[in-house]
Structure formats: C-alpha cells, structure tokens
C-alpha cells in the first residue's frame, strides 16, 4: 500500500514509519523540513515538503495513495502558553481541513483517513473509565483550570475538522490516542524514565489521578488493525485497556527499572519541574481515565494490556539499545 503521512517526523511518526517501512509498504512523509533518505537504505519512508495549511504539489502524493494518517500538530511538550496554545490549534485545525481538501480533490482518493486526537478530549475525572460510547466530553469540570478547557476546545475542533471535510469514498477515523509509551529518545517514556533513575519517580499531587497509555507496538498493531477494517469509522480509543492510578503508575515504572524508592511531589513542586522540564502540569495532573472500547468490542486484542509487563518490557528494550 502507499501511506501518506502528514506530520510524520515526530516520535509517534517515527514509530509507524519504521514499522510499515518494514511491512513493505511505500511510505511518504509531508513535512516542513524534508530531509534526503539515507543512501541504501532500503525501508525508509520518502519525504515531501508541505506548508500544514495550503494546498501545494504535496496533493498529489494523496491522489491515488491507499491510506492518509494525519499526525500534524504542534507538539504539547510545551509551557501551556497563549501563544501555544493558539499554535496548538491552528496547526492541528489547519492540517487536517487541507489534508480533508487533498482528498476531496484527488481523482483516487484513499480508502481511510486516519486523523490523530487525543484523548485529553474526555473528562478530567476519577469515578469511571471514559470510552467511545457513554465518555464524558471534557470543557466544564468544575475547579481544574481554565486553560484545560482549552485542551479539550483544540481537541474538538481538531475532529470537527475532520469530521466536515467532504470525503464520501473515504473513511474517516479519529484517533484518540493516549501517551504512546516507546524506549525511543526523547518520548514520554524517556522523560519518565530518566526522572525515576534519579529518584524524583514518585507520586504527584497525592497520585490518584488517572494515567492512560498504549505500547508501542500495540499502537502499531491498532493502526493496522484500523487500517483493515472498514466497518470502523469514527471515533476510536486508542489506550491500553488497563489504565491506572498515576501512583501505582510509577511504582511499576519503578519496579521495571529496579529503582526502590521515588521522591514524592506536591502540585507546587510539580509546577516547578514542569517548568524546568519546558512542558506543562496538565500532563502529570488531569485524570485521564480512557479505556478502548471499540477496538475492543471489534475483536482486537492487546499483547500488553497492563502496565506492569509493558513498562517491564520497554526498559528491557531500553537497556538492550
């Protein structure tokens, strides 16, 4: 198959990049900053120069391609400021209404588009898991801040703009994905690990808040499984079935990387490391509680359901590298 990328550099581009690559599939990465393939390296994704917001040339790697999976958007590993914010939605909204406006104009149009969300758009909440059928939509929790609404507001625009493109050969699919965990430098994984080898892995702000991921693999693995089935439009979870408290979350972290104790953290010591860390506490504080229903209900099975075998399982692959 030929799978288009659109914001395809990042780490959970990198992640599909080098799996389907490697299933032998013909790979094409829009992005901003194109670089030269490696001379013989046979299984490398190609790369084509887009803009994230008008249509170009790059319009015609989509005419005639299999599958679009949309990743654009401005990464939230970042202060929560105005003025990223803003850049947080316009790239997301941008991105997929002119990814929307390729389809619509290619004479072959892909049979799926795969467009990523998140799953910051549910509830900040602690007293049930949040699917696709009954989860609750964030924007009006009382006593978190305000700029979390806007978290959930980027989040809804994002699949409203995939939802109002005009594609009616292709499928369109949302992808709300929880933190994709990799032994990959630089992701989240990488981050937590390195705080819990320095002794600062323990609780946040009492750790009962909610985290939600998915494996590296299973990720991929759902990405194909999506890809194949046709009768799965719409909104899908993407997050390991098995989410839990963000305490236990990093005593297991803890116990895979063979650390005895972790410093805990209050919410003001939390705003200071996220400081430091030029990220936001909106990550290590809002209850993600998000379970897949859909994929699950489609008969789609995860090889790392829990927590404790997958963190064990990404340090080992870690170590190896």
Partial sequence: MKIVIPGGTGQVGKILNRALTADGHDVVVLTRSPAGSPVGSPAYERQVRWDGSTLGDWAAEIDGSDVVINLAGRSVSCR??????????????????????????????????????????????????????????????????????????????????????????????????????????????????????????????????????????DFVRAIRFLISRDDLPGAVNLAAPGPLPQREFMRKLRSAWRVPVGLPATRHMAEIGALALKSDTELLLKSRRVVPGRLIDAGFVFDHPQWPTAAADLAARRRSE
Avoid: C
Avoid at 95 to 113: D, F, K, T, Y
Avoid at 157 to 166: F, I, L
Avoid at 198 to 217: K, R, T
């Fill in 80 to 217: 929560y400021t105005r003025e990223n914010l803003e850049a947080m939605m316009s790239s997301r909204v941008d991105s997929a209404r002119v990814v929307g406006e390729a389809i619509a104009a290619a004479a072959r149009p892909p049979r799926a588009w795969l467009q990523m969300s998140t799953a910051t758009i549910y509830a900040h909440r602690f007293d049930a898991a949040n699917n696709e059928h009954d989860g609750v939509i964030g924007g009006d929790e009382h006593g978190v801040p305000d700029y979390w609404a806007y978290s959930v507001k980027i989040a809804k625009n994002w699949e409203d703009a995939q939802e109002q493109a005009v594609t009616p050969q292709t499928r369109k699919v949302a992808l709300r994905s929880a933190m994709v965990m990799s032994p990959d430098r630089g992701g989240v994984f990488d981050v937590l690990s390195w705080l819990t080898r320095l002794g600062l892995g323990g609780p946040v702000a009492g750790g009962q808040q909610y985290v939600s991921w998915i494996h590296d693999h």
